[in-house]
């Protein structure tokens, strides 16, 4: 949130603040200038902050503030930003990661530089004051030209203390236009009081902000004649981003999730870097066992992790819901690896179940999205999934980045084993950098997917089958339907529909059959024609290039063509918009399904 005009800056960027607040964060802060900058920051609520500027406000007409999300050190009063250079005349504060982080804090502290904090975000005040020389909009620039990732950066300095730089690369950028003032802002409903006219930053854009107004330019400084967005939205449909619920405006950042989830780690011929996973490959070599925990839909993106591990490492996984292993005396050796899945990494029954990995002389990694969660304070090794704060209860994008986080660490172990050679390693990791513009595709496709939740919508029962990988995604899909549309739903291997369950199946009967995995194809089919034969609704979700299926399903999702090994990635992506549009047609509560919490914190 940033600020510049004839008003005192520092309650109208805490205003603005606030009003992001639901979204969730650890810690915030704000920089004011009045010819000189002065800073203050707090761990936790924006009261703390509050309570700080009461007793010392901070007076002056121009000034920026943020709520911080950990990605780089834990929240913390000197890891909140805003951020300065060692002389305080230069403030920055920052969304997103910056992936060649440690190359540059390697490069700075050779030539002397000390940090207060350890987060990615100071470095970048370092490099502006280190690159100024007279022009902060060039000194950026050179910092932009030095920084790797997806990120968004607001830049303020004494030198030149009547503008506000700011740059977006992939992290969302507004600029709102005010009689006399501007604001600017990650988001709309942070100044959409103001103002309901704004200039939407892209990607490798600059925006250089005074109290006149904005010019937006290139990276590289050519000007850009950016039109005026006139926002109609009121506040609530602005605090989704124009979306109609938090659900669908999650699924839609997957394919940026995705991008984040990547940032830094993979490289285009596979390798992989993990900064908290710290074992070694002596450690990786000697593993026998790979253990997996979770609950939901956590669990629902440890079943896929279970079946690469098997696959690819060739060595014995299993998944299991945390809060049957917490109690099942479960024979866990010291070469064997626990790994704990939970968006919120405060889930009681997976926190009780990652306790049991030091209580057998094994090591436990947690796979969570929240910095400085308890499960990441008890972990050895720690993958965060940066899917960034997830307010629909319904889990979305938290799930996509679980599962790349997996795809990572199967490539990381897989390496070190040799299980993995160079050209598959090269092969999967070109099909993860793909998959955004491939999620991005199968989202252009939703109007198929709300025919298919019209044909469903009034059904009593609607079962899931696929076999394998998808037989993992037919269990989210299914979770996914029932807990927002309250429909009964049941997920099953394909195969093991004919011992039981076939009896169900009767006339106009929904049938989700996921069919992705070329190995087990034509058994899925008879799965299908099982149903057809008792008179079962088949929807199939399938690949483009799949001509085959059409003859053997009522209705066909299709997903673009990939490796089978990464389909779950995109075939879950119709199952989340099945679940939306049945419970958007049923007129649910989508955010906040009945009986159901985001975080599941007593046992
Ligand atoms: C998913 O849509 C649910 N909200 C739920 O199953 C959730 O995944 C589960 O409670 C685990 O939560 P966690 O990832 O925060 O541990």
């Given at each position: 949130m940033g600020y510049v005009g004839p008003q005192e800056a520092a309650p109208i960027i805490m205003d603005g603040l606030k009003r992001l607040e639901y979204r969730g964060y650890d810690s915030a802060g704000i920089a004011i200038s009045d010819g000189s900058i002065r800073v203050s920051k707090a761990e936790g609520k924006i009261v703390n902050l509050e309570v700080l500027l009461e007793a010392e406000p901070l007076a002056g007409h121009i000034g920026i503030g943020h709520t911080r999300w950990a990605t780089h050190g834990p929240p913390s009063d000197a890891n909140a930003h805003p951020h300065s250079d060692p002389s305080g005349e230069f403030v920055v504060v920052h969304n997103g990661i910056i992936e060649n982080f440690q190359d540059i804090k390697d490069e700075l502290a050779a030539h002397g530089s000390e940090f207060t904090s350890e987060t990615d975000t100071e470095l970048l005040a370092h490099l502006v004051a280190r690159e100024y020389d007279g022009d902060l909009a060039d000194a950026v620039r050179k910092t932009v030209a030095l920084s790797e990732g997806a990120y968004a950066m607001v830049v303020m300095s004494s030198r030149e203390p009547e503008k506000i730089i700011a740059v977006r690369k992939i992290s969302p950028l507004v600029i709102g236009l005010g009689e006399g003032e501007t604001f600017l802002a990650s988001d709309i409903p942070a100044v959409l009081h103001h103002t309901r006219d704004f200039l939407i930053i892209e990607d490798d854009e600059m925006v250089i902000v005074t109290a006149e107004g904005a010019s937006v330019e290139t990276i590289d400084g050519e000007p850009i004649d950016r039109e005026i967005t006139h926002i109609d939205w009121d506040a609530e449909q602005a605090e989704k981003g124009g979306y109609e619920h938090f659900m669908l405006k999650e699924i839609y950042e997957q394919p940026e999730v995705i991008t984040e989830t990547l940032a830094g780690r993979l490289s285009e011929d596979g390798t992989v870097w993990l900064e908290d996973v710290v074992f070694d490959d002596a450690y990786i070599a000697e593993l026998e066992r790979v253990w997996i925990t979770a609950c939901g839909t956590a669990y629902h993106a440890g079943l896929i992790g279970q079946e690469i591990f098997r696959r690819i490492l060739r060595i014995p996984a299993n998944v299991e819901y945390a809060h049957e292993l917490r109690y099942a005396d479960p024979i866990i050796g010291p070469r064997e690896l626990l790994i704990a899945i939970s968006q919120s990494g405060e889930t009681a029954d997976t926190l009780a179940a990652a306790r049991i990995a030091p209580d057998h002389g094994s090591r436990m990694l947690s796979v969570t999205n929240v910095v400085g969660s308890t499960l990441s304070r008890y972990a050895d090794d720690i993958l965060y999934t940066r899917a960034g704060p997830e307010i629909s209860v319904a889990s979305t994008k938290a799930y996509m980045a679980m599962l790349i986080a997996q795809y990572l660490l199967v490539l990381r172990l897989g390496a070190a084993r040799g299980t993995v050679d160079e050209a598959r390693a090269r092969a999967v990791a070109h099909g993860l950098?793909?998959?955004?513009?491939?999620?991005?595709?199968?989202?252009?496709?939703?109007?198929?997917?709300?025919?298919?939740?019209?044909?469903?919508?009034?059904?009593?029962?609607?079962?899931?089958?696929?076999?394998?990988?998808?037989?993992?995604?037919?269990?989210?899909?299914?979770?996914?339907?029932?807990?927002?549309?309250?429909?009964?739903?049941?997920?099953?291997?394909?195969?093991?529909?004919?011992?039981?369950?076939?009896?169900?199946?009767?006339?106009?009967?929904?049938?989700?059959?996921?069919?992705?995995?070329?190995?087990?194809?034509?058994?899925?089919?008879?799965?299908?024609?099982?149903?057809?034969?008792?008179?079962?609704?088949?929807?199939?979700?399938?690949?483009?290039?799949?001509?085959?299926?059409?003859?053997?399903?009522?209705?066909?999702?299709?997903?673009?063509?990939?490796?089978?090994?990464?389909?779950?990635?995109?075939?879950?992506?119709?199952?989340?918009?099945?679940?939306?549009?049945?419970?958007?047609?049923?007129?649910?509560?989508?955010?906040?399904?009945?009986?159901?919490?985001?975080?599941?914190?007593?046992?």
């Amino acid at each position: 949130m940033g600020y510049v005009g004839p008003q005192e800056a520092a309650p109208i960027i805490m205003d603005g603040l606030k009003r992001l607040e639901y979204r969730g964060y650890d810690s915030a802060g704000i920089a004011i200038s009045d010819g000189s900058i002065r800073v203050s920051k707090a761990e936790g609520k924006i009261v703390n902050l509050e309570v700080l500027l009461e007793a010392e406000p901070l007076a002056g007409h121009i000034g920026i503030g943020h709520t911080r999300w950990a990605t780089h050190g834990p929240p913390s009063d000197a890891n909140a930003h805003p951020h300065s250079d060692p002389s305080g005349e230069f403030v920055v504060v920052h969304n997103g990661i910056i992936e060649n982080f440690q190359d540059i804090k390697d490069e700075l502290a050779a030539h002397g530089s000390e940090f207060t904090s350890e987060t990615d975000t100071e470095l970048l005040a370092h490099l502006v004051a280190r690159e100024y020389d007279g022009d902060l909009a060039d000194a950026v620039r050179k910092t932009v030209a030095l920084s790797e990732g997806a990120y968004a950066m607001v830049v303020m300095s004494s030198r030149e203390p009547e503008k506000i730089i700011a740059v977006r690369k992939i992290s969302p950028l507004v600029i709102g236009l005010g009689e006399g003032e501007t604001f600017l802002a990650s988001d709309i409903p942070a100044v959409l009081h103001h103002t309901r006219d704004f200039l939407i930053i892209e990607d490798d854009e600059m925006v250089i902000v005074t109290a006149e107004g904005a010019s937006v330019e290139t990276i590289d400084g050519e000007p850009i004649d950016r039109e005026i967005t006139h926002i109609d939205w009121d506040a609530e449909q602005a605090e989704k981003g124009g979306y109609e619920h938090f659900m669908l405006k999650e699924i839609y950042e997957q394919p940026e999730v995705i991008t984040e989830t990547l940032a830094g780690r993979l490289s285009e011929d596979g390798t992989v870097w993990l900064e908290d996973v710290v074992f070694d490959d002596a450690y990786i070599a000697e593993l026998e066992r790979v253990w997996i925990t979770a609950c939901g839909t956590a669990y629902h993106a440890g079943l896929i992790g279970q079946e690469i591990f098997r696959r690819i490492l060739r060595i014995p996984a299993n998944v299991e819901y945390a809060h049957e292993l917490r109690y099942a005396d479960p024979i866990i050796g010291p070469r064997e690896l626990l790994i704990a899945i939970s968006q919120s990494g405060e889930t009681a029954d997976t926190l009780a179940a990652a306790r049991i990995a030091p209580d057998h002389g094994s090591r436990m990694l947690s796979v969570t999205n929240v910095v400085g969660s308890t499960l990441s304070r008890y972990a050895d090794d720690i993958l965060y999934t940066r899917a960034g704060p997830e307010i629909s209860v319904a889990s979305t994008k938290a799930y996509m980045a679980m599962l790349i986080a997996q795809y990572l660490l199967v490539l990381r172990l897989g390496a070190a084993r040799g299980t993995v050679d160079e050209a598959r390693a090269r092969a999967v990791a070109h099909g993860l950098h793909s998959m955004p513009a491939a999620i991005e595709e199968v989202l252009r496709r939703e109007d198929e997917v709300v025919a298919a939740a019209e044909r469903i919508v009034d059904a009593d029962d609607v079962y899931f089958i696929g076999r394998g990988l998808d037989y993992a995604i037919a269990m989210e899909g299914s979770l996914k339907l029932k807990e927002i549309s309250y429909l009964h739903s049941e997920a099953m291997p394909a195969g093991e529909l004919k011992h039981g369950t076939l009896a169900l199946i009767t006339e106009g009967v929904p049938v989700v059959a996921i069919i992705t995995q070329r190995s087990v194809y034509g058994k899925t089919i008879s799965a299908i024609q099982e149903v057809k034969a008792r008179g079962g609704y088949v929807i199939a979700v399938a690949y483009d290039t799949d001509t085959e299926i059409e003859r053997h399903a009522d209705m066909v999702l299709r997903i673009p063509d990939m490796d089978d090994l990464l389909a779950p990635v995109a075939a879950v992506v119709p199952l989340q918009l099945l679940a939306y549009h049945v419970a958007r047609l049923r007129g649910h509560d989508i955010d906040q399904p009945r009986n159901l919490a985001k975080s599941v914190t007593v046992e």
